[in-house]
Nanobody, 128 residues
Framework: QAQLKESGGGLVQPGVSLRLSCRGS????????IAWFRQAPGKEREGVSC????????KYADSVKGRFIISRDNSMNSAYLQMNGLKPDDTSVYYC?????????????????????WGRGPQVTISP
């Protein structure tokens, strides 16, 4: 069964780093672009970053630009989100998502409607 499974969430203090992983099974990541989204309580789900399957080009939301780094390892059927300089505002459930050719110049890549396959999302909490 094709599915996405995230790992790496937890409770950390402000300023520290955390890396989330997203592993795909059943070929779900083959040739597909990958994105990370997050949703805080009472807020809409927002796009954080995406990475293209073709050349590894990436996009970032302004709120995380310069702090977060997205990457992928096709040999491991995985994608990662390296989160540095975490702030309390980064507290959210983080989801990975995938679909075909979403993170391209002709697409936004950070909109929920662009993705049909989703993981369940680990909680990331940043608190002193």
């Amino acid at each position: 069964q094709a599915q996405l499974k995230e790992s790496g969430g937890g409770l950390v203090q402000p300023g520290v780093s955390l890396r989330l992983s997203c592993r795909g099974s059943g070929g779900i990541l083959d040739y597909n672009d990958i994105a990370w989204f997050r949703q805080a309580p009472g807020k809409e789900r927002e796009g954080v970053s995406c990475i293209a399957s073709s050349d590894g080009s990436a996009k970032y939301a302004d709120s995380v630009k310069g702090r977060f780094i997205i990457s992928r390892d096709n040999s491991m059927n995985s994608a990662y989100l390296q989160m540095n300089g975490l702030k309390p505002d980064d507290t959210s459930v983080y989801y990975c998502a995938t679909d075909f050719m979403t993170c391209r110049d002709t697409r936004n890549g950070l909109k929920t409607h662009e993705y049909r396959s989703w993981g369940r999302g680990p909680q990331v909490t940043i608190s002193p």
